[in-house]
């Protein structure tokens, strides 16, 4: 392609070295619609002929039907996909292949073509996390009976419905499906298409235009122009790529919270879960195990895809303007970033699936018999504010009587009015006895945000509102 200036070839090392055609051949369908789109503009501009611009029709279709039959014959030497598709088009349709490069770089080409891949990435995991919340959602609505402890610096803090931590989990992917809808709109106003090597294009080609035939081929709801105004910036930052790397990297840390959590209840100190076969593996070695290995590589693939954001700043925190090659290091970061998290969110649903994510009542029941954590405290500093009793005073009078507990060896339902009196006769009456139930505690947070069932409900309804989009 650029042999005139060239007497010798690029060493086979160095040959290797640099190709990306093993990569990056998966953006071949956005490479030739980007393509297609910049001939329909040398054809208006009159560089291409008609005859021209339908033979470049037709060589496309040709390519597409051999890539699509696996008989495309990609070529290291060729070095990228943009110059196997180009010079396969050469080969087929002659002279008109040539003209197509007219004022057109490898550098606004490949910004195009990961912009209309993003777009297409974006919407799939999109759908994947609106999906999963959906999911987590049935779980919530089915287990809104369900009482257990939730944990401050993981110890025992207040009791809760496991609705609405459940409930959590699926607000991340709400929010996170969310900022994805705009991260879409941004990746489909990033055609530098028309910027050339990184100065613009000398034969009026409209980039304007291009980019709005692009993003309405792509999308053709979008009514929002703001096409790439700056050439420079157009090939030489890669900000719409970081973006989605930012949220893929912010959904993992949700999915990988999530799984922690799931991890430690199917412990059998917890006991909380038994996650199904599906989603579980056996031991080599001791035949009892059932280990919780989807929700531990989710975890693990999570340091992957930060990693991966990490990679991309890395990349261009010192890099000088414009494209620089080092650039073509953004792709692999892109493809397993955004892989790795699509294959998350679609293994945490299987997760939470009605059939994986089982619930052992009794034993959440039995912890919670077990008075540990003196989780009914928070009903007796309650009852004393609402008594009259300054709080400071009556966390004190609380933090007493719990220590009364452990220094007995009584759980705090085991109290009787003889204990009380013997804490603080004047302010623990009897009658504070009969409010000590963990569930009218839960039922207590009777406001937005909180723990009563009515609120967990309310919330849900709202939940599956966002969910929609
Ligand atoms: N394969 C290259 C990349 O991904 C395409 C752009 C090459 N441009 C160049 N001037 N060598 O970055």
Avoid at 122 to 149: N, S, Y
Avoid at 248 to 262: F, G, I, N, Q, V
Avoid at 438 to 459: C, D, I, M, S
Wanted: glycine letters at 6%; aromatic letters at 8%.
């Amino acid at each position: 392609m650029w042999h005139g200036r060239f007497s010798g070839k690029p060493d086979k090392l160095m040959q290797e070295f640099s190709e990306s055609v093993s990569f990056d051949q998966r953006l071949w369908r956005e490479d030739i619609a980007g393509s297609l789109a910049y001939a329909k503009e040398l054809l208006r501009i009159k560089i291409l002929t008609k005859k021209e611009f339908a033979e470049i029709e037709n060589g496309f279709k040709q390519i597409t039907a051999e890539i699509e039959s696996g008989k495309f014959d990609w070529k290291v030497e060729l070095e990228d996909v943009h110059m196997n598709i180009e010079a396969r088009l050469t080969q087929i349709i002659g002279d008109a292949g040539k003209k197509l490069h007219t004022g057109r770089s490898r550098n606004d080409q490949v910004v195009t073509d990961l912009a209309l891949w993003l777009y297409k990435r974006c919407v799939e995991i999109e759908a994947a996390a609106r999906e999963l919340g959906h999911t987590i959602a049935d779980r919530a609505e089915e287990l809104i009976d369900v009482i257990i402890p939730a944990y401050t610096h993981m110890q025992r803090a207040q009791p809760v419905r496991m609705s609405h931590q459940l409930a959590a989990y699926a607000g991340w992917m709400a929010d996170d499906a969310g900022q994805l809808s705009f991260q879409r709109m941004f990746t489909l106003t990033d055609f530098p298409l028309g910027s050339g090597a990184c100065t613009g294009n000398s034969f009026g080609v409209d980039m304007g235009e291009l980019s709005d035939s692009l993003s309405q081929a792509a999308d053709p709801r979008l009514r929002q122009r703001r096409s790439v105004n700056n050439s420079m910036r157009g090939v030489g930052d890669r900000d719409t790529a970081m973006d989605m790397l930012y949220v893929c990297a912010k959904m993992m840390t949700h999915l990988s919270r999530m799984s922690e959590d799931l991890i430690l209840w199917s412990t059998a100190e917890f006991g909380f879960i038994t996650l199904g076969d599906a989603v579980t593996t056996g031991s080599s070695i001791m035949p009892q195990k059932r280990n919780p290995d989807a929700c531990e590589l989710v975890r693990g693939k999570t340091a992957r895809v930060v990693g991966h954001l990490m990679q991309l700043f890395m990349l261009l925190k010192a890099l000088p303007m414009t494209y620089n090659r080092d650039l073509q290091e953004d792709k692999e970061a892109i493809f397993d970033a955004t892989d790795q998290t699509l294959a998350c969110l679609r293994v945490m649903k299987l997760v939470f699936s009605k059939e994986s994510f089982r619930v052992n009542r009794k034993r959440i029941q039995a912890h919670l018999d077990s008075g540990a954590g003196y989780m009914e405290a928070m009903n007796v500093a309650d009852w004393l504010v609402m008594r009259g009793v300054p709080f400071r005073e009556g966390h004190d009078i609380t933090g007493r009587l719990v220590k009364y507990c452990e220094d007995h060896n009584k759980r705090m339902m085991d109290l009787t009015a003889k204990d009380l009196a013997k804490v603080d006769k004047r302010h623990l009456k009897p009658a504070l006895l009969k409010q000590l139930s963990l569930e009218a505690l839960v039922e207590r947070k009777n406001v937005h945000a909180g723990t009563a069932k009515k609120q967990v409900q309310a919330r849900l309804k709202d939940l599956r509102r966002f969910l929609q989009g």
